[in-house]
């Protein structure tokens, strides 16, 4: 009778592995979504992270509490269900605002950077609407005295409105020499400015103590206004009854200078002529 040769050999048992790897892994990455839901919704629901203290700063003429009813936050709100970007997006709505940022200092303090807008100048139009320009030279607001109390900004008049993808803004050779002007400081305390697009700029400015007009055309500007800082100096030094009122700096090489004469000046300040 032949050897079974079979009968001998052990039955091996059946491998589970390639059914309990993969198992495994997808318990172990159900267990660590719940922890992390839990974990999630454990911090959402902590007081720990209730906002403890809102800190604002580089806000001047916007008033804290302004900002914070702009931003919609709620007393006692979880610091980390906050949307930044949305609360960024409601402060700079205000005009007064130029841009603003948001950070969170954990656990429980708010952080908001204000940048206010820096006026530069009131754009007077045709005697229907004065808006603020800032020192960029970009419209943020109309201008309303008794709230923004901006009385010794320079009046400028002559400029126009023009609307680029939908914005409305000053722009062109004109306006671009009224900025030039306005940021330099030879010619003193700047208080009125009026652009012509034939004649270009003129202004009105206090200058060695009093008011005198200058017409300065379309460029040329610094040595404009060295040139009439040495006449004036001449004046104060050399010609002392006179008081110089106007300056046509139109043409550098042409200067003309209207003068008064000092005594009759202050006889009229006086109520004797």
């Keep these: 009778m032949g050897k079974n040769r079979y009968k001998n050999k052990s039955k091996k048992p059946v491998s589970i592995t390639f059914i309990s790897k993969p198992l495994i892994v ?44 702009l931003a919609k936050i709620r007393k006692n709100e979880n610091i980390l269900s906050l949307n930044l970007a949305l609360l960024e ?21 708010l952080l908001i950077r204000i940048n206010e807008e820096t006026p530069l100048a009131i754009v ?7 808006i603020l320009i800032n ?4 419209p943020f607001k109309e201008y309303e005295p008794d709230l923004d109390k ?23 050779l004109l306006f671009n020499s009224v900025i030039k002007v306005l940021e330099m400081k030879s010619f003193g305390r700047i208080h009125q400015v009026n652009a012509d697009k034939n004649m270009g700029i ?7 103590g009093h008011n005198i007009s200058m017409k300065l055309g379309f460029y040329d500007f610094h040595s404009k206004a ?9 004046f104060k030094n050399h010609i002392t009854n006179k008081e110089i009122c106007a300056f046509d700096l139109y043409d550098p090489e042409n200067v003309l200078v209207k003068s008064k004469d000092k005594d009759a000046l202050q006889n009229l300040t006086k109520g004797g002529a």
């Design 150 to 172: 901006l009385d010794n900004l320079p009046v400028i008049t002559g400029i126009e409105l023009t609307e680029s993808e939908d914005n409305f803004l000053f722009k062109g």
């Design 124 to 130: 007077r139009i045709d005697n229907i609407a004065e």
């Design 135 to 138: 020192n960029e030279g970009k």
């Design 89 to 109: 997006k409601r402060i700079i709505n205000h005009p007064w605002i130029q841009n603003v940022s948001i950070k969170r200092s954990i656990p429980s303090q």
């Design 26 to 69: 997808i318990v172990m990455l159900c267990l660590t979504s719940l922890a992390l839901l839990f974990a999630y919704d454990f911090t959402m629901q902590s007081t720990y992270f209730n906002i403890k203290k809102i800190h604002i700063d580089g806000n001047y003429r916007v008033k804290t509490q302004e900002i914070i009813k």
């Design 226 to 234: 060295c040139k009439a800082e040495k006449i004036t100096t001449y």
């Design 202 to 208: 003129s202004i009105i400015t206090k200058h060695f």
